[in-house]
């Protein structure tokens, strides 16, 4: 029976009648009742299993919710994909009825796939096919978990500004009847000095604080007690929060007439009060509407010029409830330029990294967004958060499609997969993390022109401009690798500038037997001292034995000053665990990072 359920499956089919007795002997089998789970999402995957009999449904939980990916019958094989990769299940498998299966350790399974051909064929066309399934079923899913979290943050947003609207139009009509009576009891037409100013103090109310304003509304109820005016109490608080003078409006009516005045004034000031509440809440619906507009480019072309700092607005508005506790610092370029792209799809990178970031902080820490142009063609966005940070062991697998570093039933595994093919595959760009205890960076890199674009540069900084800032502040001694006592070019003026700035700069020049006050050494290796950082000045053929030397001594940091770029030898540097900075003017880095220091 075993022998027969197995030769149908293609996977088996071409089988050795040896091998297949061979594994019919090793097999295990497994009763499900149903209803019953045989594994969940996250588990080890340590087998694969044959269906024999009964139905059974792979599901994911994603946003607190079941997703159905498949349903699966007798004769298919389930449980493959995480054997292969060696990682975590990515999702879950329920009995639909009472089920039978057949397991295969990952062993078997292993020896098997190397020994047939037909085999392997066959589970690498299940396996791809399964893929694909899964995908195109989660992306959905995705976007429809994104379109619900932003439709709950818009929402949670236009509900205080609509109930104020609808409470102010709801008080406005008894306000706008208190007010007729008191016109009407106003023998003619009221002072306009007191009109201009309740209009003004609609708009900007006396400032007081509480102990004051209390004061000063128990002073004037006595006030008009003691003149004889009715409602004291109600009419107190309108006349402080506008700032009327009583001694003068006594001495300027009397009787019947002040009386008048003073409550035409608080029922005119009532109203208009009520205006400018329905006026700011109205206008912050028209600001999220607009937002919302922006978010998704509604009635303009797909791709077009647009302004990146506008669509991180629009994103971080749409967010806002999301980011609560959160604390959002901008470092904007202000001459930023515009690039052409699809900015739809740019603000659903904005959301995936925001979202993320949110989520590493848990409601509680700061989120910083930088922007800069790196030369002519290039705009650049870091998205950073102060959280635990990214493991380095699986931060190469970040952009793998169902890579999620969240519980099961958090995430879907796509969000960072997605926002890769937007930047990478869509606007010919690139993605790149840097990450450690404290600080995970995003850094995206666009081309002003899509189009026009060939490859994003290996990178202009092979790092983030958060560990370009925490190099700046974390080093002490400088190596300057081709200073010149030239004091009009830059292998001097920029030294001497660090040296301004507190830094410990050491010469490095064979031709030379002082520079800057300081004794100049043949090579690095000729340095007496620790060195925390190498700067170079030479050309790029002259790097490599000057990386070499750096890391013989022991050197942090190497950085290769503006127009100088070796990628082999920034390789050599990284392997042996050296930060490398390329093609940057380190002193241009620091002028931008001590000026962003608060």
């Known amino acids: 029976m075993t022998k027969a359920i197995l030769k149908s499956v293609p996977l088996f089919a071409d089988l050795d009648p040896a091998d297949l007795d061979k594994l019919c002997e090793m097999l295990t089998r497994v009763a499900l009742d149903e209803r019953e789970i045989l594994f969940c999402e996250g588990d080890r995957g340590e087998s694969c299993y044959v269906i024999e009999s009964g139905d059974i449904e792979i599901f994911k939980a994603v946003g607190g919710r ?34 039978s299966l057949l397991t295969i350790e990952k062993h078997e399974l292993e020896k098997l796939l190397a020994t047939s051909l037909t085999a392997a064929r066959a589970m690498f066309y299940t396996t791809l096919g399964r893929l694909r399934q899964t995908e195109t079923m989660l992306r959905q ?36 009847e208190s007010y007729a009576v008191a016109m009407g009891a106003v023998d003619g037409t009221p002072p306009s000095d007191l009109a201009d100013l309740v209009r003004d103090r609609a708009r900007r109310p006396v400032a007081l604080d509480p102990l004051d304003r209390s004061d000063r509304e128990s002073a004037a109820e006595s006030w008009l007690d003691d003149h004889g005016i ?31 005045i003073l409550r035409w004034v608080a029922a005119s000031a009532q109203v208009h009060a009520l205006l400018e509440e329905i006026g700011q809440g109205a206008g912050r619906i028209s600001e999220i509407v607009k937002s919302l507009k922006t978010y998704s480019y509604l009635d303009q072309a797909p791709s077009q010029e647009i302004d990146v700092h506008e669509g991180i607005e629009s994103t971080l508005v749409m967010l806002r409830g999301k980011l609560k506790g959160i604390e959002v610092v901008r470092r904007f370029d202000p001459a930023l330029p515009k690039i052409h792209a699809w900015g739809s799809e740019l603000n659903q990178v904005w959301t995936n990294l925001l979202d993320n970031a949110a989520d590493a902080l848990g409601g ?19 998205v950073e958060d102060n959280g635990p940070g990214i493991p380095r062991e699986i931060q190469d697998r970040v ?4 890579f999620t570093t969240k519980p099961p039933g958090k995430g879907t595994g796509l969000g960072l997969e997605i926002s890769w093919r937007i930047v990478v595959d869509r606007h010919r760009g690139e993605l790149k993390l840097h990450s450690r205890p404290g600080s995970t960076v995003f850094q995206v890199w666009l081309s002003r022109n899509p189009a026009r674009a060939a490859v994003a540069p290996a990178t202009t900084s092979r790092i983030s401009e958060a560990d370009v800032r925490e190099i700046l502040e974390s080093v002490k001694t400088i190596a300057v690798v081709g200073i010149r006592d030239n004091s009009d070019v830059p292998a001097h003026t920029v030294p001497a ?38 700067l170079i000045f030479r050309r790029p053929e002259a790097v490599p034995p000057i990386m070499s030397d750096a890391i013989a001594i022991g050197a942090k940091v190497v950085w290769m000053q503006e127009g100088i770029r070796n990628d082999d030898a920034a390789r050599e540097g990284e392997a042996h665990g050296l930060t490398v900075v390329m093609d940057t003017c380190i002193r241009s880095a620091h002028r931008r990072m001590m000026r962003e220091k608060p």
Do not use: C
């Open 399 to 402: 952009f793998d499609a169902f």
């Open 497 to 534: 500038y660090l040296k301004e700035h507190g830094y410990r700069v050491i010469p490095v020049n064979p031709a030379l037997r002082e520079v800057l006050g300081e004794k100049s050494w043949p090579d690095l290796k000729s340095v007496p001292e620790p060195v925390d950082l190498v």
């Open 66 to 99: 079941e997703v159905l990916l498949a349903v699966r019958s007798p004769g298919e094989v389930i449980g493959e994909m995480a054997l292969f990769e060696d990682a975590p299940r990515i999702a879950s498998a329920r009995a639909r009825s009472k089920a």
């Open 141 to 176: 899913s995705e976007k429809m978990a994104q379109v619900g979290t932003l439709t709950a943050g818009v929402a949670h947003e236009l509900n205080n500004p609509a109930a104020a609207v609808r409470r102010g139009t709801d008080q406005l009509l008894n306000a706008v």
């Open 230 to 260: 009715e409602g004291a109490w109600e009419l107190a608080p309108q006349l402080v929060s506008l700032g009327i003078d009583l001694e003068t409006a006594g001495a300027r009516w009397t009787g019947d007439e002040l009386s008048n």
């Open 364 to 382: 509680k820490g700061t989120i910083t967004i930088r922007t800069r142009a790196e030369g002519p063609d290039w705009v650049v966005v870091e």
